[in-house]
């Protein structure tokens, strides 16, 4: 068996960066590292969680660079684990990562290091799927909702509707085993108002999920205007020109992103959707059908509209294309004498009037993005469900607790315990406390039972 | 010295060895029954009453795979009561008040006729075992007895001693002799004894009770009894009682505590929680300000009246001064004293689900020695015990009832995969399917069953067949149409929304208001089609919803079955697991992920991390084996 041969992989996330982490772990970690790592001290002995200065070995290239070895178990795999430092950057970090590969280690799957600390007892299950939540976290507020959950404050809240469940179960549970104990019956009514409860605090905690869903791979925001109404300038004004990324990032599940603008610590992809005319050119048709999909996956559309000429029959297409969508209309060029009719727009959409030259009320446009995206109401500083397993389990619990709720007085006693043991068993799958043996002991230290 | 030969001993004739002994012999086993006393064969030593929640369904159960504890119940019924009405049909349970003397009889009389089998009184003192092979058993005469299997069911017998107050004595209950040298026995062929305690109440005068101070408890008419064979229902020929102890009982009571071998120490057996002495509810449940005590016939003449819910191994002055505190029983007078009793037992997860032990071939074992309490669950682990021993003198297959099949495989499979570190009852809780597992459908689940396994005699599969086909008759009732106007009149009369109407039958009886008594009446469906037929009928159209989710749960349940585990693994390897995990799944070496599941110490973590592992080691395989595949090329 080989659990423990040497994994490597790129620790710190995946491109621009100030610093870089390349992290391997497993048996002979150490051994490997010294093939192509130099230190300046020549009396390095490589001490446990002490940082080297030394020269890297990239093949063509030499880069200097850090090394610290963790030793099993105190590490995060708990194997002996070696970390580069070095520079940051897709290059550097990929050529160390290719000499270990040469040199005979292999490339982590995605989750390896979490799964090896997990089965090397460094963390329980929930506390895994946080870390790994962690390691992902690209942005600020993302790694706030990762934290949360790694302190388990998502467990504490479960466990708390568990409990509530548990003393209904329980009671039920305790009058229907023993029918001559004169134990006296929970009336439906304690049970409903119970149940309303649970009901409310799963939802609220479902209610999170799409805000850690954002937080966690950003806010798609699609822009929409046609040519020269300042779609560019507008996304460069967003991105401002020190943060602007203008390489296309290829998402797996995203589109085209042309650029990432950070906001209150969240991540906003914005979306360009080039040529949204009627064309009979086959390959424009393509690329419309793309920003159609575009604008259906978005989170958020910024419709922009040029002020300073009257609204011709593409602003009207474009203001269809994007009906019902989560949307603010942009004004843009306020910088210049404006043209009344646009006024008559103003409906339930958000308008806003901003100038891209000059960036006038961008910041305000920004905050209404933000708003949009959040529905106003973003939580901060609380638990967010960001881990779509969590997210998945929680939705089932909802459905059980809704039809819970609503079978109400024609559901049988034996069905509603066991669907009410059935929901609680559900939640067990985030907080790992699901044994029926729980609930039996828990039946027998609340009554006194017997013959 | 051989004196006979023998397929089979059975050793004990309590509730399991009856069972044990009777599908021995009837699967065709040259079997003996070995006892102490052969008036105690089948005694109710403790209340007088058979079934209740969850043990209802398992009297049932032994009855629909062809036992014997539901026709000699239905034999020897005094008061048939159905609990939990109202509550929903999983949950009903049968309970009979028996005359214990003669259920006693009645059993011995089936035993005694009964082909292959030899009932002998004497004390098995010594098992032979030879290669970790049963070959004998011996007893306190020094005779030898050759056989190939033994099923040990000797209840609380083993080492057995009685404590009332200061006062104790090694024997059995009721006075009986106990067994002395058949755990030493045990223990020296390797089994971990442990040291369980229970308890009885006083019996009283029925003369000397007030009866006006208690409450009326009668039996229900018209209800199916515990036997399937059975064609009428046995007459309620009794009434029981209900009262209350007071204040002045727990001061008493707490004035004596030092007195108390509970608390004294003198008790060192480990007791079941859910049926505590009187003593103990007082103390544990001090803001209690009475506790309910029933009154029950012992026999059908009823002048010997069982306190339920008055266990105690107070001294007897303390006992009688407790009792004449309680209204009704100020002239009490106890004809036989409340006492605890403790005994040896063994640790259940020694055995296989076949009740056999892990380690000597032939060696069964059934009933309170595993650790059980109540006569249906000895009765229940008495049959399977049986079937078994039988399967393997015969070279047949092991038969193991799983847990969604019947509260029989709750009971086994909890045993040998959990274990229990006090006297195990079955409740109905312990069950996740038992929503399947109902008292009306354990023939439907079990007799084919006990069919195949030989021990459900033709009248009894007769009697079986003749009920599929009036559940069929009825089904096909189900799917006509019937006339909407009709239905909505009805639905008007009972209170549902006649809106969207679906005038089939079997949707017109989802509808909560209506029952299939209604349809019966209203459509003339049904015709010639009996009662406790109809019931069957509209459970299962009612419980429709949940019995499929129930059937979800079990495909998911069977799917972690199938994923095996290594037999020679060492868990220890694997940090992740807690180091309580680690020691149990190295100790009971568990044949797949879903009895891991369920061995105790083991959590829903631990079984994440064993499921990574699993699918890492057989990725891991598979990728070495493909490396081989690659070199071989």
């Known amino acids: 068996m080989s659990e423990n041969d040497l994994i490597v992989a790129i ?441 | 010295m051989i004196k006979e030969e023998f397929d089979v001993v059975v050793v004990g004739s309590g509730h399991a060895g009856c069972e044990a002994s009777l599908a021995l012999a009837r699967l065709g086993n040259k079997t003996m029954l070995a006892t102490l006393n052969l008036d105690s064969i089948a005694f109710l030593a403790c209340n007088p009453s058979i079934g209740g929640t969850a043990k209802g369904q398992l009297a049932s159960e032994i009855d629909a795979l062809g036992g014997e504890m539901g026709i000699n119940t239905d034999k020897n019924i005094l008061q048939l009561r159905m609990l939990n009405t109202g509550k929903g049909v999983a949950v009903q349970s049968l309970r009979a008040q028996v005359d214990k003397h003669g259920y006693h009889f009645s059993m011995k009389e089936t035993l005694e006729k009964q082909k292959n089998l030899t009932i002998r009184q004497c004390e098995i003192v010594e098992i032979l075992v030879k290669n970790n092979k049963v070959v004998g058993v011996k007893n306190s005469f020094g005779e030898e007895i050759s056989c190939r299997a033994v099923v040990l069911a000797t209840g609380v017998y083993m080492e057995s001693r009685v404590i009332i107050g200061e006062w104790t004595k090694d024997q059995g209950p009721n006075g009986f002799v106990n067994s002395k040298g058949l755990s030493k026995n045990l223990q020296k062929l390797g089994f971990e004894i442990f040291r369980f305690k229970t308890g009885t109440p006083a019996r009283v005068l029925k003369d000397s009770i007030d009866f006006d101070k208690f409450e009326e408890q009668n039996g229900d008419e018209n209800i199916q009894s515990f036997s399937f064979l059975t064609k009428k229902q046995p007459k309620n020929i009794c009434k029981c009682y209900l009262g209350y102890t007071n204040e002045k009982t727990h001061e008493i009571i707490r004035n004596n505590l030092h007195r108390a071998p509970m608390f004294s120490g003198m008790i060192k057996g480990v007791g079941p929680r859910y049926c505590p002495s009187i003593e103990d509810k007082v103390v544990r449940f001090a803001d209690r300000p009475r506790h309910q005590i029933f009154l029950e016939p012992e026999d059908k003449t009823g002048s010997e009246i069982y306190v339920q819910g008055f266990s105690s191994s107070m001294p007897v002055d303390v006992q009688e001064k407790m009792y004449r505190s309680v209204e009704g029983f100020e002239n009490v007078q106890l004809l036989r004293n409340a006492y605890a009793i403790e005994y040896d037992c063994i640790n259940s997860l020694e055995l296989l689900p076949t009740l056999e032990s892990k380690r000597i071939s032939g060696m069964f074992f059934a009933g309170q020695i595993n650790g059980t309490s109540g006569y249906e669950e000895a009765g229940a682990q008495g049959l399977i015990a049986g079937i078994n021993a039988s399967r393997k003198l015969n070279n047949q297959e092991p038969f193991i009832l799983g847990r969604d099949e019947a509260y029989i495989g709750v009971l086994i499979d909890d045993l040998v995969t959990k274990g229990t570190n006090e006297p195990y009852r079955m409740m109905t809780s312990r069950a996740e399917y038992r929503l399947l597992l109902r008292q009306d459908n354990a023939d439907i689940r079990l007799t084919p069953i006990g069919r195949k396994l030989g021990l459900v005699t033709d009248e009894r599969y007769k009697i079986f067949e003749k009920k599929l086909k009036l559940i069929s008759k009825a089904q096909k009732d189900l799917d006509k149409m019937l006339s909407a106007s009709e239905v909505r009149k009805l639905y008007e009369q009972k209170g549902e929304s006649s809106q969207s109407i679906n005038p089939l039958a079997r949707e017109v009886l989802k509808r909560t208001n209506i029952s299939i008594f209604d349809l019966k009446e209203h459509f003339n469906l049904f015709k010639n089609i009996p009662e406790n037929i109809l019931n069957y009928v509209q459970t299962e159209v009612k419980y429709s919803g949940y019995l499929k989710r129930q059937q979800m749960l079990i495909a998911q349940m069977r799917k972690n079955e199938q994923i095996k585990l290594p037999a020679d693994f060492d868990y220890s390897q694997i940090k992740g697991l807690r180091i309580e995990a680690q020691q149990k799944l190295n100790k009971f070496k568990p044949l797949s992920l879903g009895q891991a599941s369920r061995i105790s110490g083991v959590s829903p973590a631990d079984i994440a991390v064993l499921t990574v592992y699993i699918s890492m080691k057989n990725k891991q395989d598979k990728l070495k084996n493909g490396d081989k595949n690659v070199r071989e090329k």
């Open chain 1, 11 to 451: 620790a710190t996330p995946y491109g621009k960066s100030g610093v870089g982490i390349v992290r391997l772990s497993g048996e002979g970690c150490l051994t490997l590292a010294k093939k192509m790592f130099r230190p300046f001290d020549k009396k390095c002995d490589f001490t446990p969680n002490k940082m080297y200065l030394g020269e890297i070995d990239l093949g063509d290239v030499k880069d200097k660079g850090f090394v610290v070895f963790f030793q099993s178990p105190h590490s995060f795999t708990g194997e002996d684990i070696v970390e580069f430092q070095c520079h940051g950057g897709i290059m550097v970090t990929q050529k160390i990562v290719d000499m270990c590969l040469t040199k005979g280690a292999r490339m982590a799957e995605p989750g390896e290091f979490s799964k090896r600390a997990f089965l090397n007892g460094k963390m329980s299950l929930d506390e895994a799927e946080g870390v790994a939540d962690l390691i992902n976290a690209e942005s600020e507020s993302e790694m706030r909702c990762s934290t949360a959950l790694a302190r388990g404050e998502l467990n504490k809240t479960v466990t708390d509707i568990q409990d509530k469940l548990s003393d209904i179960v329980c009671e039920m549970q305790a009058y229907m085993d023993y029918p001559e104990e004169h134990i006296e019956e929970k009336t439906r009514s304690e049970i409903k108002a119970i149940l309303e409860e649970i009901c409310q605090q799963i939802d609220n905690l479902l209610a999170t999920s799409k805000q850690g869903k954002l937080c966690k791979f950003g806010v798609d925001v699609a822009i929409v205007g046609k040519t020269n109404a300042g779609k560019s300038s507008l996304l460069n004004r967003l991105l401002g020109t020190e943060q602007a990324i203008v390489t296309d990032i290829e998402g797996t599940t995203r589109d085209v992103v042309s650029g990432v603008m950070e906001y209150n610590g969240v991540k906003f992809n914005l979306l360009d959707t080039a040529g949204l005319r009627e064309t009979k050119d086959i390959i424009e048709n393509i690329g419309i059908d793309k920003s159609k999909q575009t604008i259906e996956q978005s989170d958020v559309v910024l419709l922009v509209i040029d002020r300073t000429r009257q609204m011709d029959k593409q602003d009207e297409e474009n203001l269809c294309l994007t009906q019902g969508k989560n949307r603010i209309i942009v004004l843009n060029k306020s910088d210049q004498k404006n043209c009344a009719t646009l006024d008559k727009l103003i409906g339930k959409d958000k308008v806003i009037s901003v100038s891209a030259k000059t960036g006038e009320n961008i910041d305000q446009l920004k905050k209404e993005l933000f708003d949009k995206a959040f529905d106003g109401n973003f939580v901060n500083n609380s638990l967010v469900i960001t881990n779509s397993r969590h997210e998945q389990v929680l939705r089932e619990a909802s459905e059980i607790a809704h039809k819970l709720l609503s079978s109400g007085d024609d559901l049988f006693f034996d069905c509603l315990t066991l669907e009410s043991q059935y929901l609680w068993e559900k939640l067990g799958e985030i907080t790992g406390v699901s044994a029926n043996d729980v609930l039996i002991s828990k039946i027998f230290s609340k009554f006194c039972l017997g013959k």
